[in-house]
């Protein structure tokens, strides 16, 4: 298991909960939280991190492109660290239609931005 990932998976339930209590919570945001959480079970559920690749941002990628058939549709990812970063190298290998990343401040995207670019060209 990937340090932290089931700690993750966790805020965003609990943040999923606060917003539905404080009826902050709009339709499309409900929507965005389930998937994220779904996803988040499947990929504990699915990936065998014990075995052959550790990289949970590399099953990922390859769930992605196989189980959940990602090509030609629209990929979000929230964060900016170095697991968002490499969340977007290996979903880029999904073909999706769109790819967007969510972090909290234009900076924080910067830098991700920054972190790509400098692996392409390594």
């Known amino acids: ?61 390859l769930m992605l492109s196989s189980e959940l058939n990602a090509k030609g549709k629209c990929i979000a990812i929230v964060g900016s660290g170095k697991l968002a970063t490499d969340l977007v190298k290996y979903a880029h290998m999904a073909n999706p239609s769109s790819l967007r990343v969510y972090a909290r401040s234009e900076e924080s995207l910067r830098r991700i931005e920054k972190r790509i670019r400098s692996s392409h060209t390594e």
């Open 1 to 61: 298991v990937s340090v932290g990932e089931q700690e993750i998976l966790h805020q965003v339930k609990i943040a999923f909960d606060d917003a539905l209590a404080r009826d902050r919570c709009s339709k499309s945001l409900s929507v965005i939280f389930r998937k994220a959480i779904s996803v988040g079970k499947l990929v504990r559920e699915k990936v065998p991190i014990s075995k052959g690749k550790t990289s949970i941002p590399a099953h990922v990628g």
